[in-house]
């Protein structure tokens, strides 16, 4: 199948708008242009995190909007320093959130522990407790940083065979990082 036969139609009509297309890019069209984020921030990057939504970056206009609760976010940042007591907090909110979810580790902190690596209380990153998709370096980085690595989600989700998924029929991402007793470990 090439590209053409894959990509959805959007045409005018006298009544309204038809989008004709694969069930699967009309599903991911839609999942990608209705991106909501967890407002959850840790230190330092929940500053940038904050500004990203404000009127210089405008994510709204990419349907991307902030939300408070974890039940209805689909994208978890994980903004500045993390510590062992914050991350069986933080894994308890990405279990809330509903399938099918992202994760974005923002900031030197959260993607290697930045310059508190020498801790002993501070996570050497995100993806030692959570499956991260896309890294964003910066101490702290800027909030156009962010937002392209929100785009990088929605280029993600647009090649998504979803309904697959969905049905079953795809093949599961390898198992979650996050080991049974390095979990009971942080509780």
């Not at 036969?5 to 699967?24: H, N, R």
């Not at 840790?42 to 939300?67: H, K, N, S």
């Not at 976010?73 to 320093?81: K, N, S």
Request: proline share 6%; with cysteine.
């Amino acid at each position: 199948m090439n590209e053409k036969e894959k990509s959805v139609i959007i045409e005018p009509t006298g009544d309204g708008t038809v989008a004709v297309g694969p069930i699967d890019n009309l599903l991911n069209m839609a999942r990608k242009h209705s991106l909501w984020y967890l407002l959850f921030g840790t230190a330092c990057c929940a500053i940038e995190l904050m500004q990203t939504g404000g009127p210089r970056t405008d994510t709204d206009r990419f349907g991307m909007v902030f939300r408070s609760t974890p039940r209805q976010a689909d994208v978890m940042l994980l903004a500045g320093t993390i510590t062992y007591k914050m991350a069986s907090r933080i894994r308890l909110l990405y279990e809330q959130m509903a399938d099918y979810k992202y994760v974005i580790a923002m900031g030197s902190c959260a993607n290697t522990g930045g310059l508190f690596q020498r801790s002993y209380s501070v996570v050497k990153g995100g993806d030692l407790f959570l499956p991260v998709d896309v890294y964003i370096p910066g101490c702290p980085p800027r909030p156009e940083s962010l937002l392209e690595g929100l785009m990088l989600i929605q280029q993600k989700i647009e090649r998504e065979p979803w309904l697959k998924k969905a049905w079953g029929k795809f093949e599961a991402s390898p198992a979650d990082p996050w080991a049974k007793k390095e979990k009971d470990a942080l509780e």
